[in-house]
Nanobody, 116 residues
């Protein structure tokens, strides 16, 4: 099984920064990449970025430059660094593994609220 735990969210003013963490535990050998998503109330889940085990990152064009994903393989941790935050970044952020993992226990996500 793979367990995921997100943390680092909170309340921040417009223009501020936050660093979210995603820690994977259990049998993580099945994970080949990690995606970060967000979901705001009443909206569809949105992919905000991804990182492969080799360190290759992907960001949607709309977020490129403000969001940065990094990882520490030894700690099974992936971070999402967010800068120049805007009210429209308010959402629950969660990480999801990419790979043929038979059982994944999703985390609760972490709430990010950006005040105007």
């Amino acid at each position: 099984q793979v367990q995921l735990l997100e943390s680092g969210g909170g309340l921040v003013q417009t223009g501020g920064s936050l660093r979210l963490s995603c820690v994977a535990s259990g049998d993580t050998t099945c994970i080949s990449a990690m995606n970060w998503y967000r979901q705001a109330p009443g909206k569809d889940r949105e992919l905000v970025g991804a990182i492969t085990n080799g360190g290759t990152t992907y960001y949607p064009h709309s977020l490129k430059g403000r969001f940065t994903i990094s990882r520490d393989a030894a700690k099974n941790t992936v971070w999402l660094q967010m800068t120049s935050l805007k009210p429209e970044d308010t959402a629950v952020y969660s990480c999801k593994p990419v790979g043929d993992c038979p059982v994944v226990n999703w985390g609760q996500g972490t709430q990010v609220t950006v005040s105007s």
